[in-house]
């Protein structure tokens, strides 16, 4: 068992000799932490495997913050490849630069280290970290990300007796590289081998409780490509917390969690004291894959017993009801004083509407995914440093299209551009018989609908403008489409991805750039004085500014 993560924390200080060369505001405290990347041997399946460990864990320590906390993140590449990480669901506003994608920073070279700055400004809840090259995160490299309230904020429901981090995710007994090599090789990933809860595999992780108290578990999938089914056998989870947002305090028997997606549930415990199954399993597969961990009540006097409780395994129309029903408290607070629903998103006027298609396709003989018929590639140059630098050739803004084209699937490095306080209505199509899911990073969005067949304008009929819950995560399931709306606050760079790994591999991904002509720190914070130059960027220096 992990979670024992209060020691990681080198530093904690008002003020540092950081404040120099960060530009955030000085009031918010800081929080130092080094992780040191390595590789190590693990059997989360019971087969050895290259792992990828974090100060010498799989999965890694979580971090926690407070709102508007800075994070000074420094990360050692001990590996023998370049390394990055990213944070899922972290805002880092006005500041793409620390996004840890491919577009945004240089990779970390092997041997080397790269200290991140984040402000995990007017954010709550529950999130997690990943490595965002290549296929390291079937490796490991995750951890979760906690942002607590600010101490005077009142939290809509008691301080729980506890409060687990849930990393589960499907998982392939293959080697990163070899996965990798798969779909270099043109091929699709095979199918996983097993489901892991905190990095292990059936029965290999427990979580202690106490009789009669609730508990808070934060769950997301970390995992490369399935959907999961999340529950406790013989207990009723209260949903609480979506990706930052405090929901309408519904009750379930079982949840689903898809790729990248993080929910929070209260958990109380009322049976007899005894032990528990928990239970992961695979949805929407015809092979269902089931993973089970042990919920241990202090007093038990009896091992797990009883059939695993099932879940869902094909009903589509059940999870989208579920998904319809997760809703915003309008009236309880988020990470600011004022109530969530203070912000009245459904009143505001669309200027904008982006309609992304996403393919499957062969291209010159490999299998590829795109997006509007465009397929990513990266570029020599992250694109936000080719943008700072003014570095012509290395993309261009309006190199995908804001509706599908209809045109075969072709490759280039896709960027879309946006203005700066603009306020769109993007939809999702999903022409496949797959759940897919779709994360922006930089932002939360307002998942506004959902719905089976093909989005015409009437489906904004529809619409949820009242309490849609606001998050950075979204499923689009089969033959169906997914509506969203998001206010373009937040200038920079910003990675558009399906969450599914190999298909934001090989291509199903592209960049959002959020403009502005105006040339201040309160829109956007200059390039860190540490960034890493690499590509055609490599020869400018980032002095003097
Ligand atoms: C990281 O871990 C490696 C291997 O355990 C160790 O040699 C190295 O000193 C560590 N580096 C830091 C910065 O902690
Ligand atoms: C590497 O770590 C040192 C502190 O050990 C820090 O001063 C330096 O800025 C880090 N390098 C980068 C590129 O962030
Ligand atoms: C381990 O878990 C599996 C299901 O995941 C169950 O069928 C099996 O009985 C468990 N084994 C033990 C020894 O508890
Ligand atoms: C919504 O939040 C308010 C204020 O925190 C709380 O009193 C109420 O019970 C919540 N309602 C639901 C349905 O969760
Ligand atoms: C939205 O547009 C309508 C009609 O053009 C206008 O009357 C209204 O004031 C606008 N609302 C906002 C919030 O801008
Ligand atoms: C960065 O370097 C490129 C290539 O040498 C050059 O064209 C560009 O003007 C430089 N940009 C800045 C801001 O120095
Ligand atoms: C932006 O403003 C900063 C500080 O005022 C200045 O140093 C820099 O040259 C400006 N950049 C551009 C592209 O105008």
């Known amino acids: 068992m992990k979670l024992k993560a209060s020691g990681f924390w080198k530093r904690f200080a008002l003020f540092s000799a950081f404040a120099a060369v960060v530009i955030v505001e000085a009031e918010n405290p800081y929080r130092f932490l080094d992780l040191n990347i390595t590789y190590g041997d693990i059997y989360p399946l019971g087969v050895r495997q290259q792992g990828i460990l974090i100060n010498g864990q799989f999965p890694g320590p979580d971090v926690y913050s407070v709102t508007n906390d800075n994070l000074v993140i420094n990360v050692y590449n001990n590996l023998d490849e370049p390394f990055l990480l990213s944070w899922n669901g972290v805002q880092q506003r006005r500041n793409s630069y620390q996004d840890g994608v491919y577009g945004t920073t240089c990779p970390i070279p092997p ?97 202690t409780v106490e009789q009669g108290k609730t508990y808070r578990f934060r769950i997301s999938n970390v995992g490369l490509q399935n959907s999961l089914n999340f529950r406790i056998q013989g207990h009723l989870m209260k949903l609480v917390e979506v990706e930052g947002t405090h929901t309408l305090q519904t009750i379930y028997e079982s949840l689903d969690v898809h790729v990248g997606q993080s929910y929070s549930v209260l958990v109380t415990m009322d049976q007899a004291a005894q032990d528990f199954y928990i239970v992961v399993s695979t949805r929407f597969t015809e092979q269902i894959l089931t993973t089970t961990a042990t919920l241990h009540y202090s007093n038990s006097y009896k091992a797990v017993s009883g059939p695993i409780p099932v879940g869902p395994t094909y009903e589509i129309d059940w999870s989208l009801n579920q998904a319809r029903s997760i809703r915003t408290n309008l009236t309880s607070s988020g990470p600011r004083p004022n109530p969530q629903g203070s912000y009245h998103y459904g009143l505001i006027n669309v200027t904008r509407t982006i309609k992304l298609v996403s393919t499957a396709a062969q291209v010159n003989g490999k299998q590829r995914y795109a997006v509007n018929s465009v397929s990513f590639v990266p570029a020599d140059t992250p694109l936000k440093l080719a943008d700072y630098f003014k570095i012509g050739g290395v993309f261009r803004v309006g190199s995908i299209s804001d509706n599908p084209t209809g045109q075969n699937m072709y490759l280039d490095t896709s960027v879309m551009g946006a203005d700066y306080r603009t ?106 004085n540490n960034a890493l130059l690499c590509g055609r960027a490599q020869r400018n220096s980032t002095t003097p500014f």
């Open 111 to 207: 041997g080397k280290n790269f200290t991140y700055n984040l402000q995990v400004k007017d954010q709550i809840g529950s999130f997690f970290y990943f490595p965002s090259l290549a296929l390291h995160k079937a490796a490991g490299g995750f951890g979760g990300i906690r942002i607590l309230s600010r101490p005077k904020i009142p939290v809509p429901f008691p301080d729980p007796a506890g409060d687990f981090t849930l990393l589960i995710g499907d998982w392939f007994n293959r080697d990163h590289r070899q996965l990798k090599a798969i779909l270099d090789g043109g091929h699709k990933l095979p199918s996983p081998n097993g489901i892991l809860i905190n990095g292990h595999g059936p029965n290999g992780t427990y979580f």
């Open 423 to 528: 306020f769109v209505e993007v939809v999702f199509e999903n022409h496949e018989n797959i759940v897919q899911s779709w994360h922006v990073d930089g932002y939360a969005f307002w998942v506004v609908g959902m719905d089976g067949g093909v989005w015409t304008p009437n489906s904004r009929e529809e619409y949820n403008l009242r309490d849609a819950v606001s998050r950075s995560t979204t499923q689009v399931y089969p033959r169906s489409w997914t509506a969203i709306y998001m206010a373009l606050d937040n200038v920079g760079m910003w990675n558009v991805r399906t969450e599914n790994w190999g298909r934001q591999y090989l291509g199903q991904q592209f960049y959002l750039r959020v403009y502005t002509p105006v040339n201040s720190t309160r829109d956007e914070y200059p390039i860190p």
